[in-house]
C-alpha cells in the first residue's frame, strides 16, 4: 500500500509554508509551496517549479470532488500557509488546510532578514534578503546544498551534538529549531559565509552580525581561532561542529566578555517535553537570535518537528 494512505506513525510532521505557483494543472487547487526548515530560499538552488504541489485540505461539508462542492481556491502566490505531510517524516505528500495573515513577499516576508531590529541578529535564513555571494581570498568555494533528506539528518545530528554538552532533548531542539531558520537549514555555503544575511554583515549557523554585534564575532575568534567571515580553506563540516562548540560556550559561559548564558538559563527551565521545545525555541528566538519574531512560530514549529524525530 503507498505510503500516503498508510500513514499509522503516531508522529505528526506539520509545516508553514510559502505559496509560489498557484496555476495547478489538474485544477484541483494545489499550490507549489516552499516549506520552511524544508526547502531552501534560493531560488537558483531550488526552482519554483521544482516545489512539490501542496493539497488543500477541504471541510466534510464539501464534496471534495471535481465540479461538485466548493472551489478548493484561495491562497494565492505570497500565501502563507500551515498544513502537515500526509506521509510523515518522509516528507513528499505536503497538504495544506488552512492560510495565515502575512505581507506578501514569500520568504524574506517575515521582515526578519535585514537586522533591522538593531540587535545584531538577522533572525532568519541568510538568503532571506536576496544577499549574493561572497567570494575572497579568505573565503572556501562554493558547496553543494544538501537534500531535504540530508538537511534533516544535519538537523537531528545537530540535537544529538548539544544533547551530548549535557542539553536536554527539548532544549536541543529549540536551539536547532532555531538554526534550521537562521542557516537555510544547514545550507553549507550559509555555514561558511559564502552567503550571509544582513547586506553581507551576518554570517554563520547562527548569522553572528559583524555590524550589530562585534563583540560575539571577536568571541567567535577567540574561542575558534578561526576569523568567522574569513574562515579560510576549512570544510564545511568542521567549520560547522566549531560554531556549534561556540552556541554552547555562548549559552554556558559566564563572564568572559560573554553576555549570553542568560538565554542558556532560560532555556533550562522549559520542561523536556515537545510543549517545552516550542516554548524554548521561542524563547532562543527572542533572548538568544533577537529576531522581531515574525518567525517565531516557524522555529518553534521546527523544534517540535526535531523534538518528535529524535530518540
Known amino acids: 500500500m503507498d505510503n500516503i494512505t498508510s500513514n499509522n506513525n503516531a508522529n505528526f510532521y506539520w509545516w508553514f509554508g510559502v505559496v509560489e505557483d498557484r496555476d495547478d494543472p489538474l485544477r484541483l487547487g494545489r499550490c507549489r509551496t516552499r516549506i520552511l526548515g524544508y526547502h531552501t530560499d534560493d531560488k537558483e538552488e531550488l526552482p519554483t517549479e521544482d516545489l512539490p504541489w501542496a493539497i488543500p485540505v477541504m471541510p466534510a461539508n464539501s464534496a471534495g470532488s471535481s465540479g461538485v462542492g466548493w472551489s478548493p481556491t484561495g491562497a494565492v502566490e505570497g500565501s502563507w500557509v500551515v498544513g502537515f505531510f500526509a506521509d510523515g517524516e518522509n516528507g513528499q505528500h505536503p497538504m495544506f488546510f488552512g ?33 549574493g555571494s561572497y567570494d575572497g581570498a579568505g573565503i572556501p568555494e562554493s558547496v553543494n546544498n544538501l537534500t531535504p533528506t540530508q538537511a534533516t539528518q544535519e538537523a537531528i545530528d545537530t540535537v544529538k551534538f548539544f544533547m551530548s554538552k549535557g542539553w536536554k532533548k527539548a532544549h536541543a531542539c529549540a536551539i536547532v529549531g532555531n538554526l534550521q531558520q537562521e542557516c ?28 550589530g554585534s562585534p563583540d560575539r564575532v571577536r568571541n567567535f575568534k577567540t574561542f575558534t581561532g578561526i576569523d568567522l567571515f574569513n574562515p579560510g580553506n576549512i570544510e564545511w563540516r568542521s567549520f560547522l561542529r566549531k560554531q556549534l562548540e561556540f552556541i554552547h560556550w555562548e549559552l554556558t559561559t559566564k563572564g568572559s566578555g560573554n553576555s549570553e548564558s542568560k538565554s542558556g538559563d532560560k532555556l533550562r527551565k522549559y520542561p523536556d517535553t515537545k510543549e517545552g521545545a516550542s516554548g524554548g525555541a521561542a ?27 529524535v530518540n
Open 99 to 131: 492560510t495565515v495573515g502575512s505581507i506578501p513577499g514569500g520568504l524574506a516576508s517575515t521582515g526578519c532578514g535585514d537586522g533591522s531590529d538593531g540587535s545584531g541578529q538577522p533572525g532568519d535564513s541568510a538568503t532571506s534578503d536576496g544577499t
Open 184 to 211: 537555510g537549514n544547514f545550507n553549507p555555503n550559509v555555514i561558511i559565509g559564502k552567503k550571509r544575511g544582513d547586506s553581507g554583515n551576518a554570517a554563520g549557523v547562527a548569522q553572528w552580525n559583524r555590524k
Open 283 to 309: 524563547m532562543i528566538d527572542k533572548f538568544y537570535e533577537r529576531s522581531d519574531g515574525h518567525s517565531k512560530n516557524a522555529r518553534s514549529a521546527n523544534a517540535i518537528n526535531l523534538f518528535n524525530k
